[in-house]
């Protein structure tokens, strides 16, 4: 089992930047993949960027360039680092767990934050 506790989450103006956490907890965090999705009224869940280990990511076209995944095994937390932020990443961001080959489809993670809210103002 793997508990997730997203952070970070704030308001912003567009271009600023924000860092978000995801915190967790249970046995073997190292050998899960570590994905970041989000979800804003209306839409469906997107993928944003994912982790397979330390220098190895992948990003949504949408947020390529700007959005940056880290990872620190030893403290269990995965960071989104968000640059460049504009009014259209507003939604609500949740980092999950899943097997260690996960990568954009939401179906391949079996762990899920509660999500924490991101605001860009124009």
């Known amino acids: 089992q793997v508990q997730l506790v997203e952070s970070g989450g704030g308001s912003v103006q567009a271009g600023g930047s924000l860092r978000l956490s995801c915190a967790a907890s249970g046995r073997s965090f190292s050998i899960y993949a570590m994905g970041w999705f989000r979800q804003s009224p209306g839409k469906a869940r997107e993928f944003v960027g994912a982790s397979r280990g330390v220098g190895n990511t992948v990003y949504a076209d949408s947020v390529k360039g700007r959005f940056i995944i880290s990872r620190d095994n030893a403290k269990n937390t995965v960071y989104l680092q968000m640059n460049s932020l504009k009014p259209e990443d507003t939604a609500v961001y949740y980092c999950?767990?899943?097997?260690?080959?996960?990568?954009?489809?939401?179906?391949?993670?079996?762990?899920w934050g509660q999500g924490t809210q991101v605001t860009v103002s124009s």
């Open positions: 999950a767990a899943g097997r260690y080959y996960a990568g954009s489809v939401a179906a391949e993670y079996d762990y």
